[in-house]
């Protein structure tokens, strides 16, 4: 591959004026740069990370009865359950060791889970079905009051 020299520019560092030169390879065409389009890039950027972003709609109901709650993994493994019923479109939930230390459970996040959960079956805000050496399946229930 054949380089040429292209031009010869300056750039000043620590008040010095010195000389660089721009090689580019034969057959290259040097690209103008459009304002436009980078700026159109860094929305695109924005708007994929602003859909990342979850959130949680809480009824009335859960927020009265986990002000009851005496541990904090309660009411974030309950705010993750309603965030997971909503993606599954009410369909019940396998609570893994996985989502119980995304929840933010914490050390021992499997004897967390389980206390949360209890905790929360307690309060009347779930069904959770228990089975040995398997994930507890969670069923989100229906309050009114």
């Not at 995304?102 to 929360?120: I, V």
């Not at 009347?124 to 399946?137: H, S």
Request: glycine letters at 6%; charged letters at 30%; proline letters at 3%.
């Amino acid at each position: 591959m054949r380089v040429k020299r292209a031009s010869t520019d300056y750039v000043i560092r620590r008040g010095r004026r010195i000389a660089v030169s721009v090689f580019e390879p034969d057959g290259a065409e040097k690209e103008a740069f459009n304002l436009d389009d980078y700026r159109a890039s860094l929305e695109m950027k924005d708007k994929s990370r602003r859909h990342k972003k979850g959130f949680v709609m809480v009824p009335e109901t859960w927020m009265q009865r986990l002000t009851k709650a005496t541990r904090v993994g309660t009411i974030k493994l309950g705010l993750r359950l309603l965030y997971a019923s909503w993606k599954s479109n009410g369909a019940p939930i396998k609570v893994s060791n996985e989502m119980a230390t995304a929840a933010g459970l914490g050390r021992d996040p499997k004897r967390r889970k389980f206390r949360a959960l209890a905790e929360l079956e307690g309060f009347g805000l779930i069904a959770v079905e228990r089975c040995k050496k398997q994930a507890p399946v969670v069923t989100m229930l229906l309050l009114t009051d």
